[in-house]
């Protein structure tokens, strides 16, 4: 059983913290501007005090939070995207299943055959199980990877057919924009952890809602939230 959150030793109640790191993770805030949104509510903290709740609580909010349980029909569509970090090119490796629920994701400095086959280990340990089927673009270094760890596994290599990969790319290259880029690698693997998480908790699934289904899914996200925040509903 994952423990509680601690919030020993803070000044301000848990409630400002917990709201401040869901604002910071949620919407493509700055932190000055996550700042700026407390102030009007009367709440007076810096944005370096919201950055270190961020880098504190963010993984620990993320770790409470509940997974989609995997399935060995779920399909993984598996794709990188380049990030430049103090003048180096990085890359991100990033699956998604067939709803756009991101399953896993790892920065690397390399695109090759060795990258990619390291991705999957990470899936198939973190799932648990091999999907029914994965899509990539042509990038042949999957197709080498997928031989060497499921080779029994489905694999359709094809760049029209891996728009939900690609698509999850977008929200971070926002983020990326507003934070004005990442310092380190490490930054980078801490911050998506976190942000993915968030978003897979309140994003609702690639399907029509009503409007209605919608608004009930976010207050059930808000309400899993609060619980792994630690915080009263």
């Known amino acids: 059983m994952t423990k509680s959150v601690s919030y020993k030793r803070h000044r301000f109640p848990s409630e400002i913290i917990a709201h401040a790191v869901w ?14 949104m407390l102030l009007e509510r009367g709440i007076v903290v810096s944005y370096e ?8 609580f ?15 029909r779920d399909i993984w569509h598996l794709d990188e995207v380049v990030i430049t970090i103090a003048g180096q090119k990085h890359w991100l490796w990033r699956a998604v299943d ?12 390399r695109r090759d055959t060795k990258a990619a086959k390291r991705l999957l280990k990470r899936l198939l340990k973190k799932q648990g199980v091999a999907p029914k089927r994965i899509i990539t673009d042509k990038l042949g270094s999957y197709g080498a990877a997928k031989r060497e760890v499921m080779p029994g ?15 999850s790319h977008v929200p971070l290259r926002k983020r990326e924009r507003v934070m004005q880029g990442f310092r380190a690698p ?21 399907s029509r809602r009503s409007a209605h289904a ?5 207050l059930t996200a808000m309400a899993e939230w609060k619980s792994a925040a630690n915080i009263a509903a």
């Open 23 to 36: 604002l910071y993770f949620r919407f493509p805030l700055s932190l000055r501007l996550v700042e700026e």
């Open 49 to 56: 005090t919201v950055r270190r709740w961020a880098l504190k």
């Open 58 to 72: 963010g993984p620990d909010y993320a770790r409470r939070l509940r997974r989609k349980r995997p399935s060995r």
């Open 98 to 109: 067939q709803d756009g629920y991101v399953l896993d994701e790892i920065v690397q400095t």
């Open 153 to 167: 596994v489905d694999h359709w290599s094809h760049k029209g057919l891996n728009n939900r990969a690609e698509n």
């Open 186 to 206: 490490g930054d980078l693997q801490r911050f998506v952890s976190v942000f993915s998480a968030v978003r897979n908790l309140f994003v609702p699934p690639r």
């Open 214 to 218: 919608t608004h009930l899914h976010r």
